[in-house]
């Protein structure tokens, strides 16, 4: 399943990156710079998904852009489930920021076996498989150990929302006089691929659905890396937060403190 995600990954990358350069090189022939990613983004999740079935066509695919399709009702019976952001950091992928990706999972039973997030801007990749690991480039990823939350360089995301931004503007506040620093890329797939292998101590953000962590949250989790939500909920909308054992209740305890998983 992870040699035919790779392979699926990297062709829809390479999708994403020329649909964006064709449509910045030809602008008088679209409509507006939001409409050349909503049609990338349906593009890519198209080619993807049509990949999928050719190769196992008894699957379903949970997708952002279009939803679940066939098989599943299948999921509690052991068929595997594919979960699919066909471009995250489509903001970034707008601007020409080189952080934006395809990020691919396949679940099996509801437990995520194998994901791969492709950065579509630059090519790096990032894989893992349940147990055995995740890896870049042929390397072993292993989170960071920073010697507490005061070192730690954390990052996170903020929601389109205003009233939801609001009070993540109010987390991040409280936050940000207790770590290192903070940063946000603008993706979190990548995010957490960056957690994984030690580009950040800590990564959290709420609002984030199956799509946007599926991939990346096992790659950190295989780095050794915790991924949660607040006070044993899983992570999900409400909140998700990952960091190495080391500081990962730390930090927990700071967001819980700070409602990190409340507002609207």
């Not at 076996?113 to 630059?122: F, I, K, Q």
């Not at 101590?201 to 939500?229: F, Q, R």
Request: with cysteine; proline share 3%.
């Amino acid at each position: 399943m992870l040699e035919l995600a790779v392979g699926v990954a990297r062709d829809a990358a390479a999708t994403a990156r020329r649909m964006r350069a064709e449509a910045i090189g030809d602008v008088e022939t679209k409509s507006t710079a939001t409409d050349v990613v909503t049609a990338a983004d349906k593009a890519v999740e198209r080619q993807v998904v049509e990949a999928l079935r050719a190769a196992r066509p008894g699957d379903g695919v949970l997708g952002e852009e279009y939803g679940s399709s066939e098989g599943e009702e299948q999921r509690s019976t052991g068929a595997v489930r594919w979960i699919l952001d066909p471009i995250d950091g489509t903001v970034n992928y707008l601007y020409g920021l080189p952080q934006y990706a395809v990020s691919l999972a396949a679940e099996v039973g509801g437990t995520v076996v194998a994901g791969v997030v492709v950065n579509a801007a630059t090519g790096d990749e990032w894989t893992a498989t349940l147990g055995g690991g995740a890896w870049r480039g042929g390397r072993r990823l292993r989170c960071s150990a920073p010697a507490g939350l005061g070192q730690a360089l954390v990052g996170t995301g903020f929601s389109y929302d205003a009233r939801r931004r609001a009070h993540q503007g109010q987390v991040v506040a409280g936050l940000i006089t207790r770590v290192r620093d903070i940063r946000r890329f603008g993706a979190a797939a990548l995010d957490l691929c960056a957690v994984a292998e030690g580009m950040l101590d800590g990564y959290y953000e709420k609002g984030l659905n199956p799509w946007d962590w599926a991939a990346g949250g096992l790659v950190a989790t295989e780095a050794g890396a915790v991924v949660s939500g607040l006070n044993g909920a899983a992570p999900g909308l409400d909140l998700l937060v990952t960091a190495g054992p080391g500081i990962f209740a730390e930090l927990h305890d700071v967001l819980a403190a700070l409602d990190a998983s409340g507002g609207p």
